[in-house]
T-cell receptor
Framework: DAMVIQNPRYQVTQFGKPVTLSCSQT?????MYWYQQKSSQAPKLLFH???????NEADTPDNFQSRRPNTSFCFLDIRSPGLGDAAMYLC???????????????FGDGTRLSIL | AQKVTQAQTEISVVEKEDVTLDCVYE???????LFWYKQPPSGELVFLIR??????QNEISGRYSWNFQKSTSSFNFTITASQVVDSAVYFC?????????????FGTGTRLQVFP
């Protein structure tokens, strides 16, 4: 089945140790999104890619970076994780039609990140 | 500015009861899209419905129904004869018109607990 896959499901890292979360998709969607969701809160958009064009949200900390080497894969890099970065990280994709007809986003299962 | 308000933080019902989840939105766009997503305990966000601002018809899908009223800027979601499997956090979301992105503004979510 076509889907959005996030690995790993659970990630533990040490305070200050760089960590990379991965997302892959078989939907061939040209937009990929990364969200941060803290406990009992709504998902918060960090950034998104439209094809290779990177779009950062204004309030996303510099500590968060992203790479999209090809259509199928997108990575979230946290350069120096702090305790406040412990959260669920959700990847999503969509395929805008270019006709003002906003399409649903398709989400992965998420990666729950813990910081020791 | 765009905003989505889900005033109900948590709702508890007993199986077979009907339950309505409220969603109120704010936007200056004349064209916009409204969504509902379900987030079960496993964490993934599951798309339920999309509605555009020009379509005020109510929609029914099995036990789910949605009531969109532009006059009150509301997009409420009703589950009829609730079941334990309906237990989840439900997010209402808003998206403005765009050619190359489907960015979402999420509400804070309503946690629904259905008890046997």
């Amino acid at each position: 089945d076509a889907m959005v896959i996030q690995n790993p499901r659970y990630q533990v890292t040490q305070f200050g140790k760089p960590v990379t979360l991965s997302c892959s998709q078989t939907l061939n969607h040209n937009v990929m999104y990364w969200y941060q969701q803290k406990s009992s809160q709504a998902p918060k958009l960090l950034f998104h890619y439209y094809d290779k064009d990177f779009n950062n949200e204004a309030d996303t900390p510099d500590n968060f970076q992203s790479r999209r080497p090809n259509t199928s894969f997108c990575f979230l890099d946290i350069r120096s994780p702090g305790l406040g970065d412990a959260a669920m990280y959700l990847c999503a994709t969509s395929r805008p039609t270019g006709t003002h007809s906003n399409q649903p986003q398709h989400f992965g299962d998420g990666t729950r990140l813990s910081i020791l | 500015a765009q905003k989505v308000t889900q005033a109900q933080t948590e709702i508890s019902v007993v199986e077979k009861e009907d339950v309505t989840l409220d969603c109120v939105y704010e936007t200056r766009d004349t064209t916009y899209y409204l969504f509902w997503y379900k987030q079960p305990p496993s964490g993934e966000l599951v798309f339920l419905i999309r509605r555009n601002s020009f379509d005020e018809q109510n929609e029914i899908s099995g036990r789910y129904s949605w009531n969109f009223q532009k006059s009150t800027s509301s997009f409420n979601f009703t589950i009829t004869a609730s079941q334990v499997v309906d237990s989840a956090v439900y997010f209402c979301a808003l998206s403005g018109p765009s050619y190359n992105t489907d960015k979402l503004i999420f509400g804070t979510g309503t946690r629904l607990q259905v008890f046997p």
